[in-house]
């Protein structure tokens, strides 16, 4: 072979390799890429993420690995939740449509996409319903329903983006009601009915929903209560109903060990949010006597739904649907 024969068969040579190199790298990059994605961190959005339920959620998602958006009012409340590693905490007022835009853009903007959203933030408006003010009624259904609403209408793009989950934390008593707990019930059993609607709705793209029913658990919700009917001027004196106002704030105070620790909520939610098979309903309470009561509950209005009429089912046949039901959830 000539002197320039060989010069250029080596340069053809490690240009050829240089390539093979560049490309190989390049295959190495989009691999990694690739697992990078596959293996990121799921994300949820918890909204009322500073104390009880939501506090208790956002730390036990975070400390399995995945990231919370911890949505929070209060600048200290804020401030806390960012100390938490896998934590970023997001300015959220359930009611203000600004701040749930601003939140919007801030998640979107992170980069992460958007797994999962917990409609956690609630409040508990406890009064007779023919002495509680518009305003008081205006803001259990403002924060309890409308903030779910809203938030779940602002995000559903990145959930359905991702194919995840939505999480509405309801309560025992969207199940049943009684005394007092007029507005709080209706607030909640409206929160069901979203929650059966939304789960048709976003089927359609992947989405599951469920409800969280949690019984008597640690929070600030009552506490928070009765300061807002404190500053509301209310007091139980005035109410035809003293003696149950007073009986249940005594109860509230005097029975700690009444309450469940609230990490039981936040491991339901979690499998809500994650597990292959999540439940349309999670009844979550810290005691038996609890869960028969709402059960029993149900039955009761089956029972007064069936009485009656021209098509009344039999004993054998509610048997039957109750087999058919039970056998179709296993």
Not at 127 to 148: A, K, R, S, T
Not at 309 to 318: V, Y
């Amino acid at each position: 072979m000539s002197k320039s024969l060989s010069v250029a068969f080596n340069a053809v040579l490690i240009l050829v390799l240089i390539t093979t190199i560049l490309l190989d790298g390049q295959s190495v990059a989009q691999a990694e890429s690739s697992a990078d994605k596959s293996t990121a961190q799921k994300a949820v959005l918890i909204t009322g993420a500073s104390t009880g339920l939501g506090r208790a959620m956002t730390e036990l998602l975070a400390s399995k690995g995945y990231f919370v958006f911890a949505g929070a009012r209060k600048d200290k409340d804020l401030a806390e939740l960012n100390d938490i590693q896998n934590v970023q905490s997001v300015r959220l007022d359930v009611t203000s449509q600004g701040d749930i835009d601003a939140a919007v853009e801030i998640i979107t903007d992170a980069g992460r996409g958007l797994y999962g959203l917990v409609n956690n933030a609630g409040v508990g408006v406890i009064w007779p319903l023919i002495e509680i003010d518009e305003d008081d009624f205006d803001f259990q259904m403002d924060v309890n329903l409308y903030g779910p609403y809203r938030v779940t209408k602002a995000f559903s793009p990145l959930i359905m983006e991702s194919s995840g989950r939505i999480t509405n934390i309801s309560s025992v008593s969207g199940i049943y009601s009684g005394p007092l707990f007029g507005s709080y019930s209706m607030s909640k059993h409206a929160l069901e009915a979203f929650t059966d609607a939304l789960a048709a709705e976003l089927s359609r793209f992947d989405v599951q929903v469920s409800a969280i029913e949690p019984g008597a658990y640690t929070s600030k919700i009552g506490e928070n209560w009765v300061n807002r009917m404190k500053e509301r001027g209310k007091d139980p004196e005035d109410s035809l109903y003293k003696d149950d106002i007073q009986g249940l704030l005594n109860w509230s105070t005097e029975n700690p060990d009444s309450f469940g620790d609230p990490v039981e909520v936040a491991q339901a939610a979690m499998h809500a949010l994650f597990d292959e098979n999540p439940k349309r309903r999670y009844l979550v309470v810290p005691r038996q006597a609890q869960a028969e009561f709402a059960i029993r509950a149900v039955i009761e209005r089956l029972v007064q739904l069936n009485q009656g009429h021209a098509f009344s089912l039999d004993r054998d046949s509610l048997v039957n649907m109750l087999d058919e039901a039970l056998a179709a959830n296993e």
